[in-house]
């Protein structure tokens, strides 16, 4: 069974505008963590939010918010004031335990229209 | 200079070859671990290491081998590439804090002809 669901293979938002990414997870172990990465056309892996399964509030780094509803087990990353350089995909991901090891979602291809 | 670098950057080799991938870090981290990407699959694990004397199997190792030679230093093998290993390869390494965040290396792209 899929660990981590992505289910928007690709998604539009206007500049300047709101977005969100959605990501659903299945884990029976009450410790995890959730992660989202992004993937410019560059290659690289860049590190966004985390928020563990533990965490009382909700994530936030600047314009990414993590949507962390754990009784649907859903982790929707927002990303608030789009811009263009946000244009990438991006990718859940989740730890389960302390072992460290991450399980990915298969992607949400972002593009930013001006 | 980059935490986490991998060598070679890009590699283009024929089916059946012997190729090694090797990846450095300076974060001091003692976890490490090698990713494959393929498009619309995202990243699945190859092999992971938690110190230089621990070595397991992830999700897909088939057809790979690895080698930790030193905290720093995590190598993947290809001991005879066929093409579906195709694909483009990242070493990770993560601390044992709070979140255990990943710190990813620039990639490898590998093509096998």
Known sequence: AQKITQTQPGMFVQEKEAVTLDCTYDTSDPSYGLFWYKQPSSGEMIFLIYQGSYDQQNATEGRYSLNFQKARKSANLVISASQLGDSAMYFCAMREGEAGKLIFGQGTTLQVKP | ?113
Not at chain 2, 20 to 27: D, I, N, P, Y
Not at chain 2, 33 to 38: K, M, T
Not at chain 2, 80 to 106: K, M, V, W
């Open chain 2, 1 to 113: 200079d980059a935490d986490v670098t991998q060598t070679p950057r890009n590699r283009i080799t024929k089916t059946g070859k012997r190729i090694m991938l090797e990846c450095s870090q300076t974060k001091g981290h003692d976890r490490m671990y090698w990713y494959r990407q393929d498009p619309g699959l995202g990243l699945r694990l190859i092999y992971y290491s938690f110190d230089v004397k621990d070595i397991n199997k992830g999700e897909i190792s088939d057809g790979y081998s690895v080698s930790r030679q030193a905290q720093a230093k995590f190598s993947l093998s290809l001991e005879s590439a066929i093409p579906n290993q195709t694909a483009l390869y990242f070493c990770a390494t993560s601390d044992t804090g709070r979140t255990h965040e990943q710190f990813f290396g620039p990639g490898t792209r590998l093509t096998v002809l």
